[in-house]
């Protein structure tokens, strides 16, 4: 994986990846359950021995907890701010008559 910031910052960004798409998988499992079952079997190699979430099927994991501790206002607040960007350059487009894509 290349970027920037060297292989420790891949390796967490690899992991957030790997416990974003797991959480995932446990939230889906009831709407999508052979998608986010294929995934979990992949998924679950990456787990480390004994843990909680390795099981036979994600069928048998529940529902993840929320954890508050994990959230970053500061973060919250630059994606709303993007999002208000984004929004409006939009609307400005779509002033002009232009096409979103080109």
């Known amino acids: 994986m290349k970027g920037t910031e060297g292989s420790k ?12 798409l797991l959480s995932l998988c446990r939230l889906m499992g009831p709407f999508t359950p052979f998608l986010v079952e294929a995934m979990y079997l992949n998924l679950r190699k990456g787990l480390p021995e004994g843990s909680d979430l390795f099981q036979d099927s994600v069928h048998y994991l529940s529902v993840p907890e929320v954890d508050d501790s994990a959230r970053d206002e500061k973060i919250e607040l630059k994606v709303r701010r993007l999002q ?16 979103t894509k080109q």
């Open 9 to 20: 910052h891949a390796l967490q960004s690899l992991q957030t990846l790997h416990h974003v």
């Open 84 to 99: 208000s960007v984004i929004e409006m350059g939009r609307r400005a487009r779509e002033a002009k008559n232009l096409k």
